[in-house]
């Protein structure tokens, strides 16, 4: 699975951004996915991720009523809606899917099997 994530920019505190994450190769509706973000000089850390049938998510406590992962297998897209910025969400964001055969979300980054080169959200206060 070769994974693309774009929809990044610079936005100032309060905005918001929509993230896509979009498959190529195959679909990977049979796959976990996730969002990660890794801010300089910090370790890469999960930021939201949806089942393989899209009816369930989890975030981290960090963007927990501001961002929103969805996934549309009509198009092979997994998106990051993320609204009420703020600077600490500055970040390259990564998508990322689990291998077909789990089904849990995990929100390690070693349990994540194919990964997307990232988009740069850079959030100006």
């Known amino acids: 699975v070769q994974l693309q994530a774009s929809g990044g920019g610079l936005v100032q505190a309060g905005d918001s951004l929509r993230l896509s994450c979009a498959a190529s190769?195959?679909?990977?509706?049979?796959?976990?996915m996730g969002w990660f973000r890794q801010a300089p000089g910090k370790e890469r850390e999960f930021v939201a991720g949806?089942?393989?049938?899209?009816?369930?998510?989890s975030y981290a406590d960090s963007v927990k009523g501001r961002f929103t992962i969805a996934r549309d297998s009509a198009t092979n897209t997994v998106s990051l809606q993320m609204n009420s910025l703020k600077p600490e969400d500055t970040a390259v964001y990564y998508c990322?899917?689990?291998?077909?055969?789990?089904?849990?979300?995990?929100?390690?980054?070693?349990?994540?099997?194919?990964w997307g080169q990232g988009t740069q959200v850079t959030v100006s206060s």
């Open positions: 190769g195959r679909t990977f509706s049979n796959n976990v």
């Open positions: 990322a899917a689990r291998s077909p055969s789990i089904t849990v979300i995990a929100r390690s980054r070693f349990q994540y099997a194919h």
């Open positions: 949806i089942s393989k049938d899209g009816a369930s998510a």
